[in-house]
Structure formats: C-alpha cells, structure tokens
C-alpha cells in the first residue's frame, strides 16, 4: 500500500497577498480558489508536483471556533507561531536571491545548520514561515 502527502493546510488572511506570494514569488500554480462570504479557500502548489497540493485557508471560519479562540488564532498569526511550510530546492542561492528582490520578508539567509540540512527562510504574508531547504538534485 502507497500512501502520499495530497494537501497540507497554511492559514491566511488576505487572498490577494497569498496569491502574490506563492503563486508570483515562488512560482506555484493557483489550482482552485473558493469564495464565501468574503473568505477564500486557495489551493496552490507547485507545477511539477500535480498531486501536491497547499490549502490556503481562513483561520477561524470553522464555526465551532470562539471568538476567543478567533483572537489567539490572529495573535499567532502575527507572531508568525502558527504554521510553518517547508519546501526544497536544488538551487536554494538563486531561489533566495529572487524572493529577496520581490520584497518577500527574509527571516534567515542561506545558512548552513548544525544538523546537516543548507536552508533560508521566509515569512509569507500572513506570518507563516515558509523554510527553504537546499536538496541536492537526484
């Protein structure tokens, strides 16, 4: 039995800026986006990955939320404590240079950690961390 990853979930807050950043910045492909009452539901993903899917989503618009709850779901948004991302590419310098020069927010640069791994990172508009993995191509 396979068992793959389809969709992982990242909130957001403001459709336009979402689709700015993964879809104009990192190059993702804009698959579906799913209006209701002023909220969007986007899933994006990578053209070379057609199966893999990021669902963008309003936090909070579950109606079994609180509105105290609604509150800590926007405070850690802010705080950039909420989701994290991490993707991965053979050409992590040139991926950076070209997100540094579209204005994204760069939380690291390209540093070569302790644990093995060379990343950088991001903070998309609504706050999340968007980690940069550098893989070597197979």
């Known amino acids: 039995m396979d ?4 969709s992982a979930f990242l909130p957001h807050d403001d459709r336009d800026a979402a689709v700015d950043f993964y879809c104009d910045k990192l190059g993702f492909e804009l698959r579906n986006d799913v209006g209701y ?13 057609p199966d893999v899917n990021v669902v963008l989503y309003p936090p909070g618009a579950d109606p079994g939320v609180t509105d105290e709850e609604r509150r800590t ?25 070209k997100l540094q ?11 070569d950690q302790h ?10 508009p609504a706050g999340n ?10």
């Open 37 to 49: 009452n002023g909220l969007h539901w986007l899933t994006v993903g990578p053209p070379n990955q």
């Open 129 to 138: 961390t968007v980690r940069i993995n550098e893989v070597k191509a197979s």
């Open 3 to 6: 068992i793959n990853i389809y």
């Open 101 to 111: 020069a579209s204005n994204a927010e760069v939380m690291q640069e390209p540093t």
């Open 115 to 124: 644990y093995g791994i060379r990343d950088c990172a991001f903070r998309d």
């Open 73 to 97: 779901l926007t405070e850690m948004m802010a705080k950039g404590t909420l989701a994290m991302l991490t993707l991965a590419t053979d050409d992590l310098d040139g991926l950076f240079e």
